[in-house]
């Protein structure tokens, strides 16, 4: 299925068709002619679970309080680049299962949205070959082709990271706003990997800036009242606060974005001037934090995830252009306990 994105594609300083283009090719092979006219695929449902950051708290540790410092919006013009991504399972045959992948790449500038794009959805077909040519090791290939949720990260992750290596390399002195983390996974492929995003951005003079709405970090909940506590945007270098926080590139921070009830959340950042207070500011400056969360980066989010419309026709697709043959899904729940 080929890609889809908005029109007016290089008013921003680069071609979104190469970029999509180029992340598509560079993510690893779709797989898809190995699917077979007449092949059986099941469609089925996913439950997934959503973790918290961290647990609420009101106490105050005053100890920490002398290492929070403030921030306020700092009205340097910049363009802001938000990238987010999602994946989804469409169904799987006898060979493997089939995913479908979406980003949404927003522009944003002086507190304003000034483009959107959407890239994809990609079909990928996972089976032993394509996973075989992904060059994970044997033990992480044999999790892929097991685990739904490990599956759809391989594909989100590598999706992710070759569209941000892409825009790495063509804009300039601007900032790149990240979901998640900079921790490098052992999902990434060369040389679309996180190591080179950071050297492009370096090169570039680009501010690159992950925030993760959840984290499996288990920080103190007195280092968290410290931020609550704050009547407005503020941050906290946990580089010597936390040492479980793994590796990250660039400095890991926890930082709330707005006032008063806003969320605290965790940013990692790389800042080739390494002024932090000034590289959050800019950001403050140029793109709203409704609720304590980027908005350029909240509307990424919105426009890479796949609603219902979406998967089903996705589905279509697959067993008109292919000439799959849908299987009926066997529910030994409703066989045994009935509709009830």
């Known amino acids: 299925m080929s890609n889809i994105v908005s ?7 680069f071609e979104i068709g190469v970029i999509s283009k180029s992340a598509t090719e560079h993510c690893f092979s779709s797989g898809l002619k190995q699917l077979r006219k007449g092949q059986g695929i099941l469609f089925g449902e996913e439950k997934t679970n959503i973790r918290s950051l961290v647990k609420q708290t009101n106490r105050y540790n005053p100890y920490c ?32 299962r089939i995913y479908a992948a979406k980003c949404g790449i927003v522009v944003a500038s002086h507190n304003t949205p000034l483009h959107h794009y959407r890239v994809g959805p990609t ?28 599956a759809k990260r391989l594909i989100r992750v590598r999706t992710e990271r070759s569209i941000q290596y892409e825009l790495a390399r063509v804009v300039h002195d601007s900032i790149m706003l990240l979901d998640g983390s900079l921790n490098a ?34 920080f103190d909940e007195r280092i968290i009242s410290c931020l609550k506590e704050c009547t407005s945007p503020a941050y906290m270098d946990l580089g010597n606060i936390n040492e479980t926080i793994g590796n990250p590139f660039g400095r890991p921070m926890l930082v709330k974005f707005g006032n008063y009830c806003s969320p605290v959340l965790r940013a990692d950042i790389v800042d080739p001037d390494e002024k932090i207070s000034l590289a959050f500011g800019s950001m403050l400056g140029n793109d709203s934090s409704g609720h304590g969360y980027p908005e350029s980066l909240k509307l990424a989010h919105h426009i890479s995830k796949f609603n219902s419309t979406e998967i089903e026709c996705l589905r279509g697709h697959l067993l008109r252009t292919y000439k799959l043959q849908a299987i009926q899904e066997d529910d030994n729940r409703v066989k045994l306990l009935g509709s009830m």
């Open 65 to 96: 309080a002398p290492t929070i410092k403030t921030l306020e919006p700092i009205p340097i013009k910049k363009s802001i680049y938000a990238i987010d991504s999602s994946s989804e399972k469409l169904g799987e045959t006898d060979d493997g």
């Open 7 to 13: 029109n007016d594609s290089s008013c921003c300083g």
């Open 185 to 218: 996974s052992v999902l990434e492929s060369s040389p679309n990997n996180l190591k080179n995003i950071v050297e492009s951005c370096g090169v570039n003079r680009n501010l690159l800036i992950a925030i993760a709405k959840e984290t499996i970090v288990g």
């Open 123 to 150: 079909i990928f077909y996972l089976t032993r070959n394509t996973v075989r040519e992904a060059n994970l090791d044997n033990y992480l290939s044999n999790i892929v082709l097991s685990d739904h949720e490990l």
